[in-house]
C-alpha cells in the first residue's frame, strides 16, 4: 500500500496509508486527506493508485501541484517524490518501501519557516546518508 506523509506547520508529521483507488486531497472536509490551509483549494489533487501505479492529478487548483519542484498538471509518482499542495508539502512512500520513523520526521521541520527543511527530510527517509 502506498503513503504519504504530510508535514505540517506545527511540525508534526501525519503518516497516510493510501487506499487502492483514488484519494482526493484538499481543504475541504468531504477529502479523504484534508489539509488545514489557506493555500490548499478545497478539492486540490487526487492520487489514482490503481494496479500498483500512482498518478497525482492537479484538480484546477489556484495555487497549482509541484513534484520535485516542477509544477504539473498529472505526475506518474515515484518512491520519495516530494509533492506540494500550495504551501504544504507531502513525500510519496511507494508500496514496499519499509517503515519509517515519525519520531525523527518531526525534526525536519524549519523551527523559524514553519516548512520542511529538505536535507533533513531526505536523511529520515534514508538513513545513513
Known amino acids: ?12 508529521p501525519r503518516l497516510i496509508a493510501l487506499q487502492a483507488g483514488r484519494t482526493r486531497i484538499g481543504r ?8 488545514d490551509s489557506v493555500k490548499v483549494s478545497r478539492s486540490h489533487a487526487e492520487i489514482d493508485a490503481t494496479r500498483g501505479a500512482a498518478v497525482l492529478v492537479d ?9 520535485n519542484g516542477r509544477k504539473v498538471r498529472w505526475q506518474a509518482l515515484k518512491h520519495r ?3 506540494a499542495l500550495g504551501d504544504v508539502e507531502l513525500r510519496f512512500l511507494a508500496d514496499g518501501s ?4 515519525m519520531a525523527t ?3 525536519a521541520v524549519d523551527s523559524r519557516t ?5 536535507a533533513a527530510f531526505a536523511r529520515v527517509l534514508t538513513p545513513g546518508r
Open 1 to 12: 500500500m502506498h503513503r504519504l506523509i504530510v508535514m505540517t506547520k506545527s511540525g508534526t
Open 28 to 35: 475541504d472536509a468531504n477529502n479523504a486527506v484534508v489539509l
Open 59 to 67: 484538480l484546477g487548483s489556484s495555487n497549482g501541484t509541484r513534484v
Open 81 to 83: 517524490d516530494l509533492i
Open 98 to 101: 519499509g517503515r519509517t520513523d
Open 105 to 107: 520526521l518531526s525534526l
Open 114 to 118: 514553519g516548512s520542511l527543511e529538505r
